[in-house]
């Protein structure tokens, strides 16, 4: 139980397209999900936290309006990266959390590589 | 800020050796929380820790919970190829918004 589910696993694409990435929760609600950032050799940076049905809070640093981050249902969330950049190529990783007392289950990642 | 440092960096070990790791805060945490990140891919809990003190096992993986709330460590016996990968620690912060924050990481090769 708990999977998480991200799509796509790989993207590559032009400077200044947006690219969406989704996050489901496959047999569980999830009330939230987070999304992260990890840049090659490094951990995991977390970006924003997305409550369903409510707007995301973001990390000190992180650009709302590039990053723009959907919560539409109990199980899935959206990540859209805006007029994405080289320097945003990185490794995007989601997690949804079904109680608060419970660990997060994370997603596989998306690749996102930006030409 | 909160800084979550592993040590070591990396380790390159012999299939069956004995693996230790650690993870030190400058601040107090309630939770610890041991991932293994595989190339390309999101990371797995390996073994959660809540009570200071407290030693958990998860098979041939070890994990405890610092006395001084400030360290977790982790130690892999008799280690496999598959053992291969990212290790990080992790541990919550920013009240009860279950943020989490994550370690440097240790990265594990095993060589057959």
New interface residues.
């Given amino acids: 139980g708990a999977v ?1 589910s ?1 799509h796509p696993s790989w993207v590559i694409c032009k400077s200044g397209t947006s690219v969406k990435i989704e996050c489901r929760s496959l047999d569980f609600q999830a009330t ?1 999900m ?1 999304w992260y950032r990890q840049f090659p050799k ?5 970006m924003a ?1 997305s409550n369903e049905g409510s707007k995301a ?1 973001y990390e000190q640093g992180v650009e709302k309006d590039k990053f723009l981050i959907n919560h539409a249902s109990l199980t899935l969330s959206t990540l859209t990266v805006t007029s994405a950049h080289p320097e945003d190529s990185s ?1 995007y ?1 989601c ?1 949804a ?1 079904s109680r ?1 007392d419970q ?7 998306t ?1 996102l590589s930006i030409l | 800020g909160q800084q979550l440092n592993q040590s070591p960096q990396s380790m390159f070990i012999q299939e069956g050796e004995d693996v230790s790791m650690n993870c030190t805060s400058s601040s107090i945490f309630n939770t610890w ?1 041991w ?1 293994k990140q595989d190339p ?6 390996l073994i ?1 820790l809540y009570k200071a003190g407290e030693l958990t096992s998860n098979g041939r993986l070890t994990a405890q919970f610092g006395i001084t709330r400030k360290d977790s460590f982790l130690n892999i016996s008799a280690s496999i190829p598959s053992d291969v990968g990212i290790y ?1 620690c992790a541990g919550p912060y920013g009240g ?10 240790t990265l594990l090769a095993v060589q057959p």
Wanted: charged residues 10%; hydrophobic residues 40%; glycine residues 14%.
């Fill in positions: 998480v991200q939230t987070f490094q951990s995991l940076m977390l936290t809070t490794f990783i997690s959390l608060s660990p997060q289950h994370f997603g596989d990642g690749r | 929380l991932y390309g891919e999101g990371p797995v809990l959660a990080f009860a918004t279950n943020k989490l924050i994550f370690g440097t990481g």
